[in-house]
């Protein structure tokens, strides 16, 4: 069963997100945890902090390994952390932005988080804002409200209106593809964030 609990993980540097303070409690949600670290770091362009949480998650990976089974996810996880490593190493901001958001996507749906996944989808829709990357982020939403229609059911009416009213916005701006719109679809995203986070359950 996916885990559809509404804990304050959904982080985004930017915006007044805090982490739980908690110890992730399997290998699988530590590697999840560890990745939205990761994509955090990189949103920040904290170099520093992406090449440790880098690490944190290899190690993570190591402990999934076998316990897991998903290789195909494992994949995914093996074929992005180095260009993301590297993407770091060179303070390529966009190209550890892509990466990070790839890993933190995989090790979630291996945690299977549905709410870790719809913050990594969020996470991407920011990337793509940020970039003014219209075609991206056509495709991107689509799956964040993919994974939306399965945490939706599980919060309060405002927190659905909200988050609603969010993607609205965001995939108005998407069909008007104007290059000032980076600015309110980046704003659609932190308002979905900052509903999320303070979401009740039903």
Known sequence: MRSLLLPAMLVLSGCAHGTAATTPASPAHALAHDAQRLADSCVAANWEGALGAADALRTD???????????????????????????????????????????????????????????????????????????????????????????????????????????????????????RQGRPMRHAVHAALDALRNAGTR
């Open 61 to 179: 990976e190591a402990r999934v390994r076998g316990l897991v089974g998903a290789p195909a996810l494992l994949g995914m996880v093996d074929d992005a952390l180095p260009l993301t490593e590297s993407a770091a190493g060179r303070r390529a901001r966009r190209s550890c932005m892509g990466g990070a958001a790839a890993v933190a996507l995989a090790a979630s749906r291996m945690d299977g988080d549905d709410v870790e996944e719809l913050g990594g989808w969020l996470r991407r829709l920011d990337a793509d804002a940020q970039y003014r990357d219209f075609d991206a982020a056509a495709r991107d939403v689509a799956m964040a409200e993919d994974a939306w229609t399965r945490v939706r059911p599980h919060v309060d009416a405002d927190t659905a209106a909200a988050v609603d009213a969010a993607f609205a916005s965001y995939q108005g701006s998407v069909r008007e593809r104007r290059e």
